[in-house]
């Protein structure tokens, strides 16, 4: 049973641009959509952006605007996050979803698989 792990967080110049990587196994991970979540300092998990496994098409919350592009590389086992522009308010930490079970694509009550995180914190 491999769990989802995250990486790429890190610190990021406000105006910069992160990427972001989840690992999954296709067999203990198996999902129509997987997502990206994040969490900063006293906030609810928020949605970022979902996306469909069998054709990548992806879904973003408002609150990314443009700035967001989510997308799997089904021969690696690997979804991303890329966001460009950064900014302060985008500091969170940052969780892969899956094992989704119906419901809102960006609502975390709607998948029950969890990575443990990757940290993004934006400078100025």
């Known amino acids: 049973q491999m769990p989802l792990v995250e990486s790429g967080g890190g610190s990021v110049l406000a105006g910069g641009s992160l990427r972001l990587s989840c690992t999954y196994s296709?067999?203990?991970?198996?999902?129509?959509?997987m997502a990206w979540f994040r969490q900063g300092l006293g906030n609810a998990r928020e949605g970022v952006a979902a996306?469909?496994?069998?054709?990548?098409?992806?879904f973003y919350a408002a609150s990314v605007g443009g700035r967001a592009t989510i997308a799997r590389d089904s021969a690696k086992n690997t979804m991303y996050l890329q966001m460009n522009n950064v900014k302060p308010e985008d500091a969170a930490m940052y969780y892969c979803?899956?094992?989704?079970?119906?419901?809102?694509?960006?609502?975390?009550?709607?998948?029950?698989?969890w990575g443990q995180g990757t940290q993004v914190t934006v400078s100025p």
């Open positions: 979803a899956s094992g989704y079970r119906g419901g809102h694509l960006l609502n975390a009550e709607a998948y029950t698989s």
């Open positions: 296709k067999y203990t991970h198996s999902s129509p959509y």
């Open positions: 996306i469909a496994m069998s054709d990548g098409s992806p």
